[in-house]
């Protein structure tokens, strides 16, 4: 059984930085492609990250480039998402998923994904 699992969240002043992590259980990460998600209260859920199974490759798009990196440690076998420069409107709940496409690329559609973890909350105050 896939299981996904964030922390790392928590309140911060604008400007500060987090590093989130999500510890995956029940399969090897370095075989497949993981995203980060976010969901704000009231909006839909928005892809904020993805790291390609190789752990070579990532897609961020245009709202939080240059700001946000994933990153992998295959052996700890966890991912994590460091955001720096925060904002009040990065305030939401994070996720991390994967899907079962074994060697597959970044996907950015929320569809594209079958295991979730329960989220982080991150809380920016200006």
């Known amino acids: 059984q896939v299981r996904l699992v964030e922390s790392g969240g928590g309140l911060v002043q604008a400007g500060g930085s987090l590093q989130l992590s999500c510890a995956v259980s029940?399969?090897?990460?370095?075989?497949?492609?993981v995203g980060w998600f976010r969901q704000a209260p009231g909006k839909e859920r928005e892809f904020v990250g993805g790291?390609?199974?190789?752990?070579?490759?990532?897609y961020y798009p245009d709202s939080v480039k240059g700001r946000f990196t994933v990153s992998r440690d295959n052996a700890e076998n966890t991912v994590y998402l460091q955001i720096n420069s925060l904002k009040p409107e990065d305030t939401a709940m994070y996720y991390c998923?994967?899907?079962?496409?074994?060697?597959?690329?970044?996907?950015?559609?929320?569809?594209?994904?079958?295991?979730w973890g329960q989220g982080t909350q991150v809380t920016v105050s200006s």
């Open positions: 029940g399969r090897t990460l370095s075989y497949y492609a």
């Open positions: 790291l390609s199974w190789t752990g070579r490759t990532t």
């Open positions: 998923a994967t899907n079962d496409r074994r060697h597959g690329t970044i996907l950015t559609g929320i569809f594209e994904y079958n295991h």
